[in-house]
Every structure is written in C-alpha cells, then in structure tokens.
C-alpha cells in the first residue's frame, strides 16, 4: 500500500473541514455584521432592527392621556374589563383604536365608511362633530360581547360599561390619576 492512497483520504478530510470553516465563517459575518453596523450607527437596518425593539421608561416631558374601561354588574359592582378579553386583537391596537374613536380619527380618513360618510356630512365639518361621535357603538359591542361569554341569570352581567379617561401629566413618575372624563352607555 502506497503512502499516497493512505494520505488521500486524510486531504479530503482536511479539505472538506477548510470549506466548513469558510463556510461557516461567511454565515457568521453575514449574520452578525448587520447587528453590529446596526449598534454602531444607531439605524435599524432589514432584518436587524435592533433599536425598535428597545424603549425608554417614557419622557418625562410628555403628558399622556390613558383609559380604563369598566363595567357595572347587575349586582351592582363595578368591574375593570381588559378589552384584550373581548376581542383577539393585539393589546397595544386596542387602545389606538380608543383614542382614534376618541378624537375622531375615523373621520379623518381618506375613504370613509358610509356611516361615517352620512354622520360626518349631517355635521357638515369635522369641529361639529360631537367628541367621541362613533364611541357608543364601541361601548355598546363589547358590552354586548362581555354579556354574551356569561350565563343570562349570572350577577356579573353588566347593565352598563363604561369608558374613564384619565391623564398622566408626564412631569415625575407618580400622579397618574388625574381623572378628565367619562363615556357611558347602558346595555
């Protein structure tokens, strides 16, 4: 046996091992580099975006206005509802969709619904638009969603919901119960 045909196969492997590091070495580059351009630059670049996923505890600066919606019982309780429960849509839409009913940002839009389209030309503008035009309907639906997931005889069916708005004034880290107004809507 030669020495060549021994050593042949001992190439290949070290051959093969070489490629697989090469390999391996461009995957990681390919990887990383991104990453670390991202850190360096402070951008979020496809498909690292490394600074969206990270927030501030918030600006102090800012005021923010926040809402709590809440349910009264038959029985005569008042009840906290997490809309989250109601609806499977994402947590943080929710209330967008709350301060967009609120401030009548459906009405801003380009393409109105026909409903909105008819409310919006009986006001004639959007100033005369009373606040919050289209929140009872919303109020009413996950009132009517809330009582439908109970038994029609149970204490805690709601008679009325009830949406609080409540306003953070965003100078130090306390006072976030600062009360502005309330919507309410019997069931």
Known sequence: MSDYTTREPLVREQAFERQFRVRYAILTF???LPLIWAFVTLRSVYPVTAWTVMKAGGALGHSQTYFILRGETISGELVDIA???LTDALYA???GMVDGTV???NFKLRS???DNAALFERAGN???LPRAAR???LLR???HIYNSKLPASAPLRLKAIRLDAYRWMGQHYSDYDNFIETWREEL
């Open 126 to 128: 959007i100033v005369r």
């Open 83 to 85: 809309p989250i429960t």
């Open 112 to 114: 109105l619904h026909p």
């Open 135 to 137: 929140l009872p309907e």
């Open 103 to 105: 401030n009548n940002r």
């Open 30 to 32: 390919a990887i990383f």
């Open 141 to 143: 639906a996950w009132g």
């Open 93 to 95: 839409r929710i209330w």
